[in-house]
Protein backbone atom coordinates (compact mmCIF):
# COMPACT_ATOMS: atom_id res chain seq x y z
CA UNK A 1 0.00 0.00 0.00
CA UNK A 2 1.13 3.58 -0.60
CA UNK A 3 2.18 5.94 2.06
CA UNK A 4 2.66 8.38 0.76
CA UNK A 5 0.16 11.73 0.47
CA UNK A 6 0.15 14.82 -1.19
CA UNK A 7 -0.95 18.11 -0.70
CA UNK A 8 -0.46 21.75 -0.66
CA UNK A 9 2.09 23.31 2.03
CA UNK A 10 0.94 24.91 4.88
CA UNK A 11 2.73 27.36 7.07
CA UNK A 12 3.37 24.74 9.76
CA UNK A 13 5.56 22.42 7.67
CA UNK A 14 8.17 25.00 6.40
CA UNK A 15 10.23 23.73 9.81
CA UNK A 16 10.01 20.38 8.42
CA UNK A 17 11.00 21.01 4.95
CA UNK A 18 13.46 22.80 6.04
CA UNK A 19 15.28 20.29 7.97
CA UNK A 20 14.25 17.24 5.69
CA UNK A 21 14.56 18.82 2.42
CA UNK A 22 16.75 21.56 2.63
CA UNK A 23 17.73 23.90 -0.36
CA UNK A 24 21.75 24.45 0.35
CA UNK A 25 22.65 28.31 -0.35
CA UNK A 26 18.82 29.25 -0.59
CA UNK A 27 17.70 29.75 2.94
CA UNK A 28 14.36 30.76 1.73
CA UNK A 29 13.01 28.77 -0.93
CA UNK A 30 10.43 26.92 1.03
CA UNK A 31 8.82 30.39 2.17
CA UNK A 32 9.16 31.84 -1.10
CA UNK A 33 6.84 29.08 -2.95
CA UNK A 34 4.61 29.21 -0.05
CA UNK A 35 4.08 33.09 -0.49
CA UNK A 36 3.78 32.39 -4.01
CA UNK A 37 1.07 29.64 -3.07
CA UNK A 38 -0.79 32.50 -1.00
CA UNK A 39 -0.25 34.86 -3.68
CA UNK A 40 -2.94 33.32 -5.92
CA UNK A 41 0.08 32.70 -8.35
CA UNK A 42 1.11 29.00 -8.03
CA UNK A 43 0.49 25.67 -5.90
CA UNK A 44 3.19 24.28 -3.88
CA UNK A 45 2.73 20.64 -3.35
CA UNK A 46 4.08 18.75 -0.88
CA UNK A 47 4.79 14.59 -1.26
CA UNK A 48 4.93 13.27 2.64
CA UNK A 49 5.49 10.03 3.60
CA UNK A 50 5.25 8.32 7.38
CA UNK A 51 5.05 12.25 8.55
CA UNK A 52 7.54 13.22 6.78
CA UNK A 53 8.23 15.65 3.85
CA UNK A 54 9.38 13.61 1.17
CA UNK A 55 9.61 15.22 -1.80
CA UNK A 56 7.77 18.60 -3.27
CA UNK A 57 7.31 20.47 -6.70
CA UNK A 58 5.37 23.67 -7.43
CA UNK A 59 2.51 24.82 -9.97
CA UNK A 60 3.09 27.93 -11.23
CA UNK A 61 -0.18 29.28 -12.63
CA UNK A 62 1.13 32.34 -14.55
CA UNK A 63 3.46 29.80 -16.37
CA UNK A 64 7.36 29.91 -17.23
CA UNK A 65 9.00 33.02 -17.11
CA UNK A 66 11.32 32.28 -19.61
CA UNK A 67 10.84 34.44 -22.91
CA UNK A 68 11.52 31.27 -25.22
CA UNK A 69 8.81 29.10 -23.43
CA UNK A 70 5.86 32.27 -23.38
CA UNK A 71 6.93 33.03 -26.63
CA UNK A 72 5.66 29.56 -27.93
CA UNK A 73 3.24 28.64 -25.08
CA UNK A 74 1.80 31.90 -23.54
CA UNK A 75 1.04 31.43 -19.75
CA UNK A 76 0.80 27.52 -19.92
CA UNK A 77 0.63 26.04 -16.74
CA UNK A 78 4.27 25.29 -15.43
CA UNK A 79 5.23 22.32 -12.79
CA UNK A 80 8.61 23.35 -11.54
CA UNK A 81 11.24 22.64 -8.94
CA UNK A 82 10.48 18.49 -8.57
CA UNK A 83 12.86 16.93 -6.04
CA UNK A 84 12.18 13.90 -3.91
CA UNK A 85 14.69 13.21 -0.86
CA UNK A 86 17.66 10.94 -2.51
CA UNK A 87 16.54 8.16 -0.31
CA UNK A 88 13.77 7.60 -1.33
CA UNK A 89 14.01 8.07 -4.93
CA UNK A 90 12.42 5.63 -7.06
CA UNK A 91 9.36 4.99 -5.01
CA UNK A 92 7.57 6.47 -7.91
CA UNK A 93 7.28 9.85 -5.26
CA UNK A 94 7.88 11.87 -8.46
CA UNK A 95 5.06 10.35 -10.02
CA UNK A 96 2.40 10.64 -7.69
CA UNK A 97 3.82 14.47 -8.06
CA UNK A 98 3.49 15.26 -11.36
CA UNK A 99 -0.11 13.31 -11.51
CA UNK A 100 -0.93 15.57 -8.50
CA UNK A 101 -0.06 18.59 -10.40
CA UNK A 102 -2.23 17.61 -13.54
CA UNK A 103 -4.95 16.90 -11.58
CA UNK A 104 -4.93 20.31 -9.99
CA UNK A 105 -4.34 21.73 -13.77
CA UNK A 106 -7.68 20.10 -14.87
CA UNK A 107 -9.24 21.20 -11.98
CA UNK A 108 -8.72 24.14 -13.10
CA UNK A 109 -9.92 23.71 -16.45
CA UNK A 110 -6.20 24.02 -18.01
CA UNK A 111 -5.79 21.53 -21.12
CA UNK A 112 -1.56 21.38 -20.83
CA UNK A 113 0.93 21.15 -18.07
CA UNK A 114 4.30 21.87 -18.91
CA UNK A 115 7.52 21.20 -17.47
CA UNK A 116 11.34 21.81 -18.14
CA UNK A 117 14.70 19.69 -17.81
CA UNK A 118 17.84 20.65 -17.72
CA UNK A 119 19.79 19.14 -20.29
CA UNK A 120 22.13 17.57 -17.48
CA UNK A 121 19.32 15.47 -16.19
CA UNK A 122 18.83 12.42 -18.05
CA UNK A 123 16.78 10.88 -14.94
CA UNK A 124 14.11 13.47 -14.61
CA UNK A 125 13.96 13.83 -18.72
CA UNK A 126 13.29 9.62 -18.71
CA UNK A 127 10.64 10.28 -15.88
CA UNK A 128 8.70 12.85 -18.21
CA UNK A 129 8.81 11.04 -21.34
CA UNK A 130 7.34 7.87 -19.64
CA UNK A 131 4.66 10.16 -18.16
CA UNK A 132 3.93 11.47 -21.82
CA UNK A 133 5.75 15.11 -21.72
CA UNK A 134 6.89 16.10 -25.19
CA UNK A 135 9.17 18.74 -25.88
CA UNK A 136 7.94 21.97 -27.40
CA UNK A 137 11.33 24.26 -27.25
CA UNK A 138 14.84 24.66 -25.75
CA UNK A 139 14.98 27.77 -23.46
CA UNK A 140 17.61 29.08 -20.88
CA UNK A 141 16.52 28.73 -17.11
CA UNK A 142 17.81 31.84 -14.71
CA UNK A 143 16.96 31.76 -11.42
CA UNK A 144 18.76 33.52 -8.46
CA UNK A 145 18.52 33.55 -4.66
CA UNK A 146 19.69 35.17 -1.61
CA UNK A 147 22.59 32.78 -0.03
CA UNK A 148 22.71 32.49 3.52
CA UNK A 149 25.14 35.28 3.85
CA UNK A 150 23.23 37.53 2.05
CA UNK A 151 24.93 36.81 -1.18
CA UNK A 152 22.88 37.21 -4.44
CA UNK A 153 23.59 33.70 -6.74
CA UNK A 154 22.20 34.33 -10.06
CA UNK A 155 22.05 30.55 -12.46
CA UNK A 156 21.28 29.67 -15.97
CA UNK A 157 20.89 26.52 -17.35
CA UNK A 158 20.29 25.15 -20.56
CA UNK A 159 16.75 23.49 -20.82
CA UNK A 160 14.01 21.49 -22.21
CA UNK A 161 10.45 22.26 -22.14
CA UNK A 162 8.27 20.17 -22.26
CA UNK A 163 4.48 19.62 -22.42
CA UNK A 164 1.43 17.33 -21.73
CA UNK A 165 -2.04 17.35 -22.85
CA UNK A 166 -4.53 16.76 -20.05
CA UNK A 167 -7.60 16.42 -21.90
Known amino acids: MDRTEIRPCRAEDLDLLDRHLPAPGAPTRHADR??????GLGTYLIAWRDGLPAGHGQVRWDGCAAPEVRAA????????????RAELRGQGIGTALVRAAEELARERGRTLLGLGVAHDNPRAAALYARLGYA?????TDRYGYTDADGVRRDHADGCTFLVRRLD
Open 34 to 39: LARQEA
Open 73 to 84: LGDCPEFNGLDV
Open 135 to 139: PVTAY
